[in-house]
């Protein structure tokens, strides 16, 4: 019964072949516009590949709407040569990117906060604090004179008081000072003048050390919409720092981290292995059909109906789910991949007929009968396999499968329907010569190719 539904099917295509090839351009050119228009992609990964009704995900959600600075945050570290360099310059950074409302929502700069400049000491242990007051004591001569009269003269002049008392060794609380302005005086000798940090010289030997480095958290403007979210901000952002010269030329340097930026040089990777994916494995596809074809209308045919399918299998997805995520992306390669084996065997099999002295339509009616239902059922346990993915609560995941499975009818369809239709008049086959070697069997020796798929098992 089946059989001959198929074969009526097929036969009907190819009598009305101008009008099934007419009828499939227009759909084809709706189904382009379409997706065109109404097939994004949204990248946020947080919330289009997971269900939000999942636990950890409502928790996540509570602790964002709690901490609302630190979601999608960007990290800017500004990496200098002292530690009041690098707060410089991340001051600087931040009074640039607070004047781009479109860059940033807002900019926070940890150790240049009023609030931690004045209480930074109560995150600190108890011991620490101790320790570090005992330091500062030592330090108070220099810093009390210093306060008053913040000059070269005074400090020349506490050295010199100092030293004579030294007996050969330098005062502790002038260890560190004259340790960092030696460094100083050699480095403009050598015509490489270095930045004086008296945080450095008086917190050198502390218990809490200095930082070289400003950290800066950025709520960046994100566009979802886009295949890189967090694309602009990011070069914005390094775009802003090089115009005020924070770069190697002053020994500085920014670093940006996040999950944004996490996320962006993901995605760059992804698009990459995926158009490189899709294009290899296209490629792939025309070098096996030309293999088992050795018919350039029937590679241009099956090509054709494989672009058409990808095309109307992409206005599917524009309708059905909209937008695709990093999951359900790979679609296409997974439709390239199965969607050209419907073509194979229905080719080889008219192909077969025609060889017997079969004219056209009767070498598809002939070949449909033999594999028609085996290609029904094919593409009705693949859907089947894809379509088990959309219960799921991984979206990414049930998402590639609602695609993927109708994907696979899209391709039936049009391989009964237009690839007829198109090896009828546009593209039709031409004389078919008798090949006397079985083109099933292997051309190589059975223990090489045993050899070779061992090794390409190893190392797939």
Known sequence: MLERWLAAWVAMAIRQERRVVAATACVTLLALVYAALNLGVNMDNKTTMLSPDLPFQQRMEAFEERFPLLNDALLVVVDGPTGDAAREAARRLAGALEERPDVARSVFVADADPFFERHALLYRSLEEVETFSDQLVRFQPVLGALSQQPDLATLTDLIRRALPRAQGEAPTELGGLLDGFGEATVAVYAERPVHVSWQDLLLRESSFGTATHSTLVVDPVLDFDALLPAGRPLSEIRATAAGLGIGPARELRVRITGYPA??????????????????????????????????????????????????????????????????????????????????????????????????????????????????????????????????????GVAELGLISGTGMFVILTLTLTLLPALLTRLLPIGPVADETVDRASPSLPPGLVLAGSVLAALFA
């Open 262 to 395: 996490l996320n962006d040089e993901e995605m760059r990777g992804l698009v990459t292995d995926v158009g490189i994916a899709g294009l290899f494995s296209f490629a792939m596809v025309l070098l096996v059909l030309g293999w088992a074809f050795r018919s350039g209308s029937m590679v241009a045919a099956s090509a054709l109906t494989l672009v058409v399918g990808l095309i109307w299998t992409a206005a599917f997805a524009a309708f059905a789910v909209g937008r695709l995520n990093v999951v359900s992306i790979a679609f296409a390669v997974l439709f390239i991949g199965l969607g050209v084996d419907f073509a194979i065997h229905l080719g080889l099999h008219v192909l077969e007929e025609r060889r017997r002295g079969r004219d056209h339509e009767a070498s598809f009616v002939a070949a449909v009968q033999q594999v028609g239902p085996a290609l029904v059922l094919c593409s009705v346990s693949t859907a089947i396999g894809f379509f088990a993915f959309v219960p799921t609560d991984y979206k």
